[in-house]
């Protein structure tokens, strides 16, 4: 039996502590997962500015771009493991700090090597971050609530896809100090960070023993219940799964090339959507950033929608295509035409990549074996995040090569065509006849382990 249902007062004083811990922790990690995002992403805005005053070009910023995402990946696992030794509060209050300062020392590179260096320690900063914040929720809600959590701290990805355009091309307009607009822009972004960092501080505990605003009924009965999923869970899981035991599986390499070319299209348009809209018109720095909310406004109502339909018909490899094929339409649209439907395109395109990232989880999530699920979709997430690197690095390179854009949108049309096609292949539960497959043999493997 479930502890928290043990008793009447178990169950009110679980209750109580969930809405009290939504109400104090979720507000502040979608405000997090905002400053966090935006300081990603802002480099989008800057591209003519860093070529202009310091004669980066297109490859080159392309694969400082994309350097954020290697930084990333690389210590993603070790800042993990740190946030278990040290604390989460401590931890991610060092996260913010350190992605802060290194976001605002953005405004002193000189070359492309300081711009390359910069971008990979952004990423080393904020290694940690995402995963961090899902490990807190496991310390802090019962299974049933943590589903939900999660749908409003990613709806801050959302809320900074839209923030983003207007409050940085704000801040780009300002000159003084010496200093041009690109890199006030930075420091005042950097330090927001950094100001916020101390609200983390002040309101996050490490664990539900250390905080004094939940009452002694309430710290007991959460501590019992998540105490008792935590050994439910190190029961069924493996003590280890490598890499390269999930990667014998054809179905999780599937599942990692779909979600890569998802994510490289989402990267691409973000990065170099700026670079659209200014060829639209001779607009300042804070009208391509209004522009620059339209694309992501129409993609989350889509997501939306996207949903709905798929709750209400059970297909869920079609609904990805769909989407897959609405991007690829939408990119060759763009990379055919001029400014203005090209940026409609990209607008057309958005309703298809951003539903496609939320619409392919549940795929992999039916197939896998519970046991090594969450393995398997941390390994799927990281190798999918690449696309963050190859996109911007890729449509650089191109630009510099050909002085236009459009191989790089025609290539995210080709890679979301090739990935709606390859969406068919992917499965949603094993098959009998896949006795042998990884998922099945390390099921196997952790069963025999438990008894």
Same mark, same amino acid.
């Given at each position: 039996?479930?502890?928290?249902?043990?008793?009447?007062?178990?169950?009110?004083? !679980?209750?109580?502590?969930?809405?009290?811990?939504?109400? &104090?922790?979720?507000?502040?990690?979608?405000?997090? *997962?905002?400053?966090?995002?935006?300081?990603?992403?802002?480099?989008?805005?800057?591209?003519?500015?860093?070529?202009?005053?310091?004669?980066?070009?297109?490859?080159?910023?392309?694969?400082?771009?994309?350097? #954020? *995402?290697?930084?990333?990946?690389? #210590?993603?696992?070790?800042?993990? $493991?740190?946030?278990? &030794?040290?604390?989460?509060?401590?931890?991610?209050?060092?996260?913010?700090?350190?992605?802060?300062?290194?976001?605002?020392? $953005?405004? /002193?590179?000189?070359?492309?090597?300081? /711009?390359?260096? $910069?971008?990979f320690?952004?990423?080393?900063?904020?290694?940690g971050? *995402?995963?961090?914040?899902?490990?807190?929720?496991?310390?802090?809600?019962?299974?049933?609530?943590?589903?939900?959590? $999660?749908?409003?701290f990613?709806?801050?990805?959302?809320?900074? @896809?839209?923030?983003?355009?207007?409050?940085?091309?704000?801040?780009?307009?300002?000159?003084?100090?010496?200093?041009?607009?690109? +890199?006030?822009?930075?420091i005042?972004?950097?330090? %927001?960070?950094?100001? /916020?960092?101390?609200?983390?501080?002040?309101?996050?505990? @490490?664990?539900?023993?250390?905080?004094?605003?939940?009452?002694?009924?309430?710290?007991?009965?959460?501590?019992?219940?998540?105490?008792?999923?935590?050994?439910?869970?190190?029961?069924?899981?493996?003590?280890?799964?490598?890499?390269?035991?999930?990667?014998?599986?054809?179905?999780?390499?599937?599942?990692?090339?779909?979600?890569?070319?998802?994510?490289?299209?989402?990267?691409?348009?973000?990065?170099?959507?700026?670079?659209?809209?200014?060829?639209?018109?001779?607009?300042?720095d804070?009208?391509?950033g209004?522009?620059?909310?339209?694309?992501?406004?129409?993609?989350?109502?889509?997501?939306?929608?996207? %949903?709905?339909?798929?709750?209400?018909?059970?297909?869920? +490899?079609?609904?990805? %295509?769909?989407?897959?094929?609405?991007?690829?339409?939408?990119? =060759?649209i763009?990379?055919?035409?001029?400014?203005?439907?090209?940026?409609?395109?990209?607008? #057309? =395109?958005?309703?298809?990549?951003?539903?496609?990232?939320?619409?392919?989880w549940?795929?992999?999530?039916?197939?896998?074996?519970?046991?090594?699920?969450?393995?398997?979709?941390?390994?799927?997430?990281?190798?999918?995040?690449?696309?963050?690197?190859?996109?911007?690095?890729?449509?650089g390179? !191109?630009?510099?090569?050909?002085?236009?854009?459009?191989?790089?949108?025609?290539?995210?049309?080709? %890679?979301?065509?090739?990935?709606?096609?390859?969406?068919?292949?992917?499965?949603?539960?094993? @098959?009998?006849?896949?006795?042998?497959?990884?998922? +099945?043999? +390390?099921?196997?493997?952790?069963?025999k &382990?438990?008894?």
């Amino acid at each position: 039996m479930n502890p928290s249902q043990s008793s009447p007062a178990g169950n009110l004083a !679980l209750t109580s502590a969930v809405s009290k811990i939504k109400w &104090r922790i979720l507000p502040l990690f979608v405000a997090m *997962f905002i400053i966090n995002y935006i300081d990603r992403v802002n480099i989008g805005f800057v591209r003519s500015h860093l070529s202009t005053d310091l004669g980066i070009g297109a490859a080159a910023f392309g694969l400082g771009a994309g350097l #954020f *995402f290697v930084g990333y990946a690389i #210590f993603e696992v070790p800042s993990n $493991m740190l946030l278990q &030794r040290y604390g989460a509060r401590a931890w991610l209050t060092r996260i913010m700090f350190t992605w802060g300062l290194v976001a605002a020392c $953005m405004a /002193f590179v000189q070359s492309e090597t300081s /711009f390359y260096v $910069m971008r990979f320690l952004l990423g080393v900063a904020e290694a940690g971050f *995402f995963p961090g914040v899902v490990y807190y929720f496991t310390q802090w809600l019962p299974n049933h609530e943590r589903g939900r959590a $999660m749908a409003i701290f990613l709806s801050g990805s959302a809320i900074a @896809s839209i923030l983003s355009g207007p409050i940085t091309g704000a801040l780009l307009l300002i000159e003084g100090g010496g200093l041009h607009g690109w +890199q006030w822009m930075f420091i005042i972004e950097g330090a %927001a960070s950094m100001v /916020f960092c101390v609200v983390v501080w002040l309101v996050l505990d @490490s664990s539900p023993r250390d905080a004094k605003w939940l009452s002694a009924e309430q710290r007991e009965a959460l501590a019992t219940v998540i105490a008792a999923e935590q050994e439910q869970r190190a029961a069924n899981r493996p003590a280890h799964v490598s890499a390269l035991t999930l990667l014998r599986d054809p179905q999780i390499v599937l599942f990692c090339l779909i979600y890569f070319a998802i994510q490289l299209t989402i990267y691409g348009a973000t990065f170099w959507l700026p670079t659209i809209i200014k060829k639209m018109g001779h607009f300042n720095d804070f009208q391509v950033g209004l522009f620059n909310t339209i694309p992501w406004i129409v993609a989350i109502g889509a997501m939306y929608l996207f %949903a709905v339909l798929a709750a209400r018909h059970k297909k869920p +490899q079609m609904w990805v %295509a769909t989407a897959l094929v609405i991007s690829a339409v939408g990119m =060759a649209i763009s990379a055919s035409t001029g400014p203005v439907i090209g940026f409609a395109a990209v607008c #057309f =395109a958005a309703l298809g990549f951003k539903a496609a990232s939320s619409l392919f989880w549940p795929i992999p999530q039916a197939y896998l074996d519970a046991r090594i699920a969450a393995a398997v979709l941390a390994l799927v997430n990281s190798l999918g995040n690449l696309g963050g690197f190859f996109a911007p690095a890729t449509f650089g390179y !191109l630009e510099q090569k050909t002085g236009s854009i459009e191989g790089g949108l025609y290539a995210l049309s080709a %890679a979301s065509l090739v990935a709606a096609v390859l969406v068919f292949l992917a499965r949603t539960r094993p @098959s009998a006849q896949d006795g042998g497959d990884a998922v +099945q043999a +390390q099921g196997e493997a952790v069963t025999k &382990r438990a008894a």
